[in-house]
């Protein structure tokens, strides 16, 4: 299946989607947690293809809302402060940004949320807003990596300016340009050093106690994300007990 638009979920008011989603043969709501760098977006788009769901992504939000240079909100614009520190979002401000995509989680094409919720305040927050709309999650998959891997991914990470591919230098060396289109690859201002300390240590301190959440609910999933994307779709796919 293609990769939908996602018009809505990035500008969030009254924003619709380009295209309707085809109805499912399976419909999934998953959320995905895991590390920065653990590879979580790329099995977003993976599994968002294989099941013609949508990958949601809290971090696209804010990445949009920067790439319209100022004209974002206000909110949106001291969101971006933290997060260009490394920092987690206030919950506050990403609930009120889910909520208003509230459209987006009653697709009937099914969803993939990446990186939210990151908090179990967030987690809470989720089932209420889902329970409220007769929505119930499918299952969390929490995708495992060592952490001195994870660094090591976050790091050689360059992503595409114009078309967004995710690369790593092991992939382009010395190479700038994007293989796909051409495109200036550059590092995410979040995955420098500095930032890359505080962001594994919010993770840290709020991974636990998420997985420990829905664990208790019977909805955690655990995937080792070591090898190819392909590998861990496999893997994932297994897991779940889902059979191509
Ligand atoms: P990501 O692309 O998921 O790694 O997110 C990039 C950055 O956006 C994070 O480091 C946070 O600053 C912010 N962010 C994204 N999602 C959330 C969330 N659910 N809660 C708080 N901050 C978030």
Redesign the pocket.
Known sequence: MSMRDRNAWLKGGHSQCNERPASPLRRVRFVLLGA?GVG??TQADLLARYFGACHL????I??AARAMNGSASRALQA?LE??KR??????ET?LALVAERIGCLRCQGGFLL??????VA?AEALDVLLAGHQLQLDAAVSYELPLNKIVARLAGRRTCSACKKVYHLDQVGESEACVNCGGKLIQRE?DRPESIRV?MK?FRQAAQPLAAYYESRHLLVSVPAEGAPEAVLQRTLDSLRIHS
């Open positions: 920065p979580k977006g992504s809290t971090g696209d804010f990445r969101a933290f997060m490394g920092d987690l979002v206030p919950d990403v990446d990186g939210f919720p990151r908090t967030q979040d962001r919010a």
